[in-house]
C-alpha cells in the first residue's frame, strides 16, 4: 500500500498582504512562501507515521504550483517522505480548487494511490475543496473531516474517526480513497539538518504542466477571482451603548455576528 | 426564466439543522434579490422519520425527499451523486447553496467536480451575477482580507457559519419524494461502525486558537480568572494574559501576548481589563476583529479595538458568556 | 564560479531549519534565561538533536561537515533569537576544531564520534586571568611525566565549562620558550585535580554558561596531546581563525534583531501625530543601521567564502568579526534610542541585545587585537 500525500506551500502566516493592481486578488510580490505548515505538515507526519507503524510502504508528496514550491516538497522529503513530484506551473498559471484537483488527479492517477491525503485546507485561499473533489476527478471515495487513521479491519481497508457535529465516527472505509485530515498527527516532525542533506539525493521530478495536459484536457477555471479586499484600518473602537450588562453583552453578540461575523 | 436554487439540508445535528436554515435564508433573500425564483431543499438520509414533516416547514417552496439506505451514512461521494440526481431533475438549477456544516463544507468540492461547474466554500455575502452565474464574498488567510470570486453556472457554494439568518417567516412547503436510480454511484465502501460522544472541547493552543481572550489587571486577581475561561469555552478561546499579570504571577507565562510573550493573529480578539500597553498591542493588534472590555475609556486598547464596552469586567463577562453561549452551541472547528 | 548571492534551495532549507528552531525553541525562553541566567540545556539539546551542534565535524564521524557560509546562515538565524544560547551551542566547534585540525586519525574518531552519537558539550580553555589577547604568554605549564603529563594553571571565562564533558586546553611545556612552548591537550572534565570555579554573573549572554577551569596536577596521557610540543599556538590560532566569521554572523543575528524590533516600533509609535520613522531624526538612524546590517553580513560571507575556496581569510574573518561586532553595538545602541524610555526597560527586547551584542567584541579576539591583525595583515602586502 502507497499514499500519496498533497502539499501546497502558501504565504506565510504573518504575511503582509497587499492588494495586486488588478485589484483582483492579492500581489505574490515580496510574499515568502512555506509548506501549507500546520496542515500539510500534520498530513505529511500522518503518512509517515503509517509507514513506520508498517501500514504503508512508501510515502510520495506531491505539489502544484511555482517553481519555489520545490522547497515545500523538499521539506516533506526531509520530513522523510520518500519521494516528491512538482508540477510546475509558470508565471501567470492560476487554478481554482476544482480546476487544481483535476490536474493533481492526472499526475496522481499514473502511479500507486491506495490512500490520498490531503490536509484540512490551504492556508491562502482556505476553501478546503481540493480533497473531496480530488475523490470526484479518481473516482474513489473520499473523507473528509477525519482525526485519525488506523490501520484495522480486513486488508483493503481502513479505520478512520472523523469529526461531524453529532459527536465523532468510526467509519470503516475501503481502498482505495481520498482522506482531508482535520488534524493529522501531534507535533509533525522537524527535519535534522542531517535529514536535509540526505533529502537532496532523494527523487524529485519536475513536471512541466504541459505535460499533464497533454493526458488531460485543460481544466476549466470556473471561479473567477473579481476583487480582493483587506479591513479597512482602524479608526477607533465603537462603544456599545447600554442600560444594564445583559443589554451590553447581548448588543456585543449582535455585533459580532451580524456586522463583523466572527461569531 | 426564474432561478431556482437548491439547498441540502444537513439533519444529523442541531447545528446541522441550523446551519440548513441559514442556507435556505441566503437562498430566499438571493433568489428576491432577483424578483423571486424556485427554492428547492434536498433532504437526503435514510428513516427519515418525523424529520420528513418538521422539514416541511423550514420555509423552501419544495422538498424532494431522498430516503435511501445508501444514504444513511454520509459519504461525499453517494451524496454528490444523489445531489446530481436531483439536479438532473430541476429544470434550471442556477446555484445548489450548501449548510455551513461540515456536510456542506465537505460536499462542496466533490459536488461542483462533479456537476463540473463553479464552487467555492465559506461565503459571507451571494448575489446573483445576470448571466446566471453567482457572486460570492468569502474570507481568506486567516480572515485577514476577503476575496469575490464569480462562479458560472451550475454553482455549487458552501456558507460560512453563523454569516446569514434563517428565512423569515418559515412556510410550509409540498413534499415530493424522489427515488434514486439502481445501481448507485460508486464502491459505497464505507461503514460506520461507532457513533462517539460530542466531546467537551478544551480551550485550544493560543497562537492557533481562532479566538483569543486575554485578560489583564482589570479582573483584579487570580482569583477571579474563572470568569474569564468561562467565556473562552463559550468562544473555543484560547487564553491569554496581559505582561502586568504574569509578572505578578497570576498566570503562567505561557500565556502572555504581547512582545515578549506570544503573537497572535486570531479572527477575534477580546482583552478584558487589559489597558493596552504598546508591547500588548504589537502581540495582537493584527487580529481581525478587536473586542476591549475596560473601565477606562481613554485606555489606548479602544484605540486599536472595534468594537469595545466601558465597564467593569467581572459584571460583564458573566451575562456575555450566556449571551455567547445562546448563538454557539458547539461550534463545527 | 563566477559570485552570487542566491542562496542555494539546500541553504535555504538549512537557514528554515534554523529559523525555525529559533523561533519555536529559543525565543519564548530567551527573556527568561536572561532574566535568571538559567542554562536553558533543553533547548541544547534538542539543537543537537535536529544537528545544529557540531556543524564543523566531517561527515566521516558523524558530524554535518557544513561549509562555513552555511553555518555562517545557520548562525545569524539562531542569533536572531538569543546571542547567549547561540554561542553555547557554538562553543562546541570552538572546542573540536583543534581535533578536527590537529587531531591524528584516531584522535579524532575517538573525541568527535561521541559528540555526534550523544548530546555532549566541549570548552575551549585558552585564555587566563592572567591575559586574554596576549595568548603566547599562558602561564598553565604542562610537566612531562613518562607517558602523560601533568597540568597545572587556571582557564577563565570558559563557555560552557560548568556542563561540558571535554576540555581542549592550551599549556606550555616550557615558559621559557614562549610561543613555541604552548601545546594542545584533550583533557576530560572527570580527570582528577580538573575543579571548576563559579558560574560567572555575566552582564549579557547569559543563557550561556561561563566559569574558571582549574587545573591542579590534572593528569593527561600522552594520547590527548594533539600535535607535537610547540605545536599548539599555531593550531589555536588556526581554530580562531576558523571560528572568527561565525562570530561576525552572530554578531548579525543580533543586529539584525535589534533592526527589525525597531523598525517594527518606530512604524507603530506615532510622535506630533505621525509614526516617529516617518521622522527624519528615526529614518536617519534607520538608514545607517540597515547600511551597517548589509555591509557586516557581505562581510561575513565573503570571509566564509573564503575560507570554504581554502583561501587564507585571516585579514577578511578579522574584518568581519571586527566590523560585525562594533556595527552590532552601534545597532543595538541606536534601537535602544529609537524606543526611547520603553528601550531602557527589561520589558522590551532590544537592552538585552545591547548587552549580548557588547560580549562579540570581546570574545575570540578582542576587537583591539582584531585590529592589529588586519593592520598587519594589510600592510605585508607593502613589504
Known sequence: ?263 | MSPTALVLADPRSPLGIRATLEALGAAEVLLAHHGGGKLVLGLLGHSLGALRETAAGWGADEVLLLDDARLAVFQAETYAWAAETIVKRLSSPTVVVLPGSTLGRELVGRLSARLRGGGTSEALELDLEDTGGIRVRRPLFGGKASETVSLPAPAVVSLRANAFAPPEPPRPSRVVPVLLPDPGAGSAGAHLLERLPVPVSDTPPLTQAPVVVSGGRGLHGPENWPLLEDLARALGAGLGASRAVVDAGWRPASEQVGQTGSSVSPQLYVAVGISGAIQHLVGMSSSRCIVAINTDPSAPIFKVADYGIVGDALVLLPPLTEAVRRVRAGVVP | MPISFDLTPEQRELQGLASKFAREEMTPRAAECDRTGRFPEEVYRRAWELGLMNLNVPAEYGGSGLPLLDQCLITEELASACGGMTTSILANCLALQPINLGGSPEQRERFLKPFCSEYRLASFALTEPGGGSDAGALKTRAIREGDSYLLTGQKCFITNAPQASLYTVFATVDPEKKHAGITAFVVPRETPGVSLGREEDKLGQRASSTATVTLERARVPLQNRLGGEGEGFKLAMATLDSTRTPIGALAVGIARAALEHASRYALQRSSFGVPIAQHQAIATKLGTMVQELEASRLLTWLSAWMVDQGKRATLESSVAKCYASDSAMHICDEAIQIFGGYGYMRDYPVEKLLRDAKLCQIYEGANEIQRLVIAREYLRRFS
Open chain 1, 1 to 263: 500500500m502507497e499514499a500519496v500525500v498533497c502539499i501546497k506551500p502558501v504565504p506565510e502566516a504573518d504575511s503582509r498582504l497587499r492588494v495586486a493592481p488588478s485589484g483582483a486578488t492579492y500581489d505574490p510580490e515580496g510574499l515568502r512562501y512555506t509548506l501549507n505548515s500546520t496542515y500539510d505538515e500534520a498530513a505529511v507526519e500522518e503518512a509517515l507515521r503509517l509507514r513506520e507503524a508498517g501500514a504503508i510502504e512508501k510515502v510520495h508528496v506531491v505539489s502544484l504550483g511555482p517553481a519555489r514550491a520545490e522547497e515545500g516538497v523538499r521539506y516533506a522529503l526531509a520530513m522523510g517522505a520518500d519521494d516528491g513530484l512538482l508540477l510546475e506551473t509558470g508565471p501567470g498559471d492560476a487554478f481554482d480548487p476544482g480546476a487544481t484537483a483535476n490536474l493533481l488527479a492526472g499526475a496522481i492517477q499514473t502511479g500507486p494511490h491506495d490512500l490520498v491525503l490531503v490536509g484540512r485546507r490551504a492556508g491562502d485561499d482556505e476553501t478546503g475543496m481540493v480533497g473531496s473533489a480530488l475523490g470526484e476527478h479518481l473516482g474513489i471515495p473520499s473523507f473528509a473531516f477525519v482525526t485519525g487513521i488506523s490501520v484495522e479491519g480486513p486488508s483493503g481497508s481502513l479505520r478512520l474517526r472523523r469529526f461531524t457535529e453529532a459527536g465523532e465516527e468510526v467509519l470503516s472505509v475501503s481502498l482505495p480513497v481520498v482522506v482531508s485530515l482535520l488534524k493529522g498527527a501531534q507535533d509533525p516532525r522537524t527535519p535534522t539538518l542531517p535529514n536535509i542533506l540526505k533529502a537532496r539525493r532523494k527523487p524529485l521530478v519536475h513536471q512541466p504542466l504541459s505535460e499533464v495536459l497533454a493526458r488531460l484536457p485543460a481544466p476549466p477555471v470556473r471561479s473567477l477571482p473579481v476583487r480582493f479586499d483587506l479591513p479597512a484600518p482602524r479608526t477607533g473602537a465603537r462603544l456599545v451603548e447600554y442600560q444594564n450588562p445583559s443589554e451590553a453583552a447581548e448588543k456585543l453578540v449582535r455585533l459580532l455576528r451580524e456586522e463583523a461575523k466572527v461569531l
